[in-house]
């Protein structure tokens, strides 16, 4: 019997439901590589109100190939100018196939580096256009698993928490040249990155006599979705001021005090230092500043950081 079955459930409580329907290939088949099976299920809620069709299908091949494909990577998550190095699979279960052909396209803000596609058992060819990369394999044994890599590079202005994937897909012949169903797979990472905008610098009290110690506190928020490896923050001071100890290791000279700090979690995060007041000071006001030396006073104070990967110094306005 051929043609459309249909069945019919009323009343289905939530749950899974099977259907296990048995078939049998006819004889005097023409000269196909693969029969597509659809199914198709209509339902309505407990009103009568029709929900949208879903549709599913299975294939079946005949005497051929059946091969699936994957893309994996080690890394869910990646800085700029990272490289990420993907693994692509190709299993087949079935006969021998003829022609292979995996066509790889890498989002914008990914580049191509190199590929192990020609090597042995595979003796790929690869054709790289823009962000597409072309590889044709032949002749792959019945049963046989074939996995080469594909390097690219990430570039350099990368926004954290955005989303990068990376789309691969497959199509196939069988021993007589007949396209088979084709295949896709892809793997997406994360861009990750410190990010500290600005810091601060403020006054335990607003007025103090001569040669007291007064107490500033320097603070400052990783908005980023990492923790930054490293930080350095240069403090210039009042020329009424110096400095005398710190809640964490700091060098210091006339003027000038620096600190650096490692694994700047997110969010705030501070630390002390205390600086006495000379015993003549003219006015009582206090005054900090975080300029650099050697800076015009208008030039704001410097934060610097860098993430757990690309090492690279950024500079920020305070």
């Given at each position: 019997?051929?043609?459309?079955?249909?069945?019919?459930?009323?009343?289905?409580?939530?749950?899974?439901?099977?259907?296990?329907?048995?078939?049998?290939?006819?004889?005097?088949?023409?000269?196909?590589?693969y029969?597509?099976?659809?199914?198709?299920?209509?339902?309505?809620?407990?009103?009568?109100?029709?929900?949208?069709?879903?549709?599913?299908?299975?294939?079946?091949?005949?005497?051929?190939?059946?091969?699936?494909?994957?893309?994996?990577?080690?890394?869910?998550?990646?800085?700029?100018?990272?490289?990420?190095?993907?693994?692509?699979?190709?299993?087949?279960?079935?006969?021998?196939?003829?022609?292979?052909w995996?066509?790889?396209?890498?989002?914008?803000d990914?580049?191509?580096?190199?590929?192990?596609?020609?090597?042995?058992?595979?003796?790929?060819?690869?054709?790289?256009?823009?962000?597409?990369?072309?590889?044709r394999?032949?002749?792959?044994?019945?049963?046989?698993?074939?996995?080469?890599?594909?390097?690219?590079?990430?570039?350099?202005?990368?926004?954290?928490?955005?989303?990068l994937?990376?789309?691969?897909?497959?199509?196939?012949?069988n021993?007589?040249?007949?396209?088979?169903?084709?295949?896709?797979?892809?793997?997406?990472?994360?861009?990750?990155?410190?990010?500290?905008?600005?810091?601060?610098?403020?006054?335990?009290?607003?007025?103090?006599?001569?040669?007291?110690?007064?107490?500033?506190?320097?603070?400052?928020?990783n908005?980023?979705?990492?923790?930054?490896?490293?930080?350095?923050?240069?403090?210039?001071?009042?020329?009424n001021?110096?400095?005398?100890?710190?809640?964490?290791?700091?060098?210091?000279?006339?003027?000038?005090?620096?600190?650096?700090?490692?694994?700047?979690?997110?969010?705030?995060?501070?630390?002390?230092?205390?600086?006495?007041?000379?015993?003549?000071?003219?006015?009582?006001?206090?005054?900090?500043?975080?300029?650099?030396?050697?800076?015009?006073?208008?030039?704001?104070?410097?934060?610097?950081?860098?993430?757990?990967?690309?090492?690279?110094l950024?500079?920020?306005?305070?």
């Open positions: 019997m051929t043609g459309n079955y249909n069945w019919t459930w009323t009343a289905l409580t939530t749950g899974n439901y099977r259907l296990r329907i048995n078939v049998q290939v006819k004889g005097g088949l023409p000269p196909i590589a029969a597509r099976n659809y199914a198709f299920l209509n339902y309505t809620d407990e009103k009568g109100y029709w929900w949208p069709m879903q549709i599913a299908f299975a294939d079946v091949a005949f005497h051929g190939p059946v091969i699936s494909l994957s893309k994996t990577s080690s890394k869910v998550a990646i800085h700029a100018n990272e490289t990420i190095a993907y693994t692509i699979t190709m299993r087949n279960t079935g006969d021998a196939a003829q022609t292979l995996v066509n790889d396209t890498l989002p914008a990914l580049a191509y580096v190199s590929d192990t596609a020609s090597a042995p058992p595979l003796y790929g060819t690869r054709i790289v256009s823009g962000n597409r990369i072309y590889f394999f032949a002749n792959m044994p019945a049963l046989a698993t074939w996995a080469f890599s594909l390097t690219v590079v990430s570039g350099p202005a990368l926004l954290r928490g955005m989303s994937e990376n789309d691969a897909s497959l199509n196939y012949t021993s007589n040249g007949f396209l088979l169903p084709p295949r896709d797979a892809s793997w997406s990472v994360i861009i990750r990155a410190p990010w500290i905008p600005s810091a601060s610098v403020t006054f335990a009290s607003a007025q103090a006599t001569p040669t007291d110690v007064v107490l500033a506190t320097v603070a400052m928020d908005d980023g979705n990492e923790a930054a490896q490293d930080a350095w923050v240069n403090l210039t001071l009042d020329p001021l110096s400095f005398v100890n710190a809640s964490i290791p700091a060098t210091s000279q006339p003027g000038e005090v620096r600190f650096v700090l490692t694994n700047v979690g997110l969010g705030g995060s501070a630390f002390h230092l205390k600086e006495p007041l000379p015993p003549r000071h003219a006015n009582p006001r206090l005054r900090g500043s975080g300029r650099t030396p050697n800076r015009p006073q208008r030039e704001p104070r410097h934060l610097v950081g860098r993430s757990g990967h690309d090492r690279v950024q500079r920020v306005s305070g």
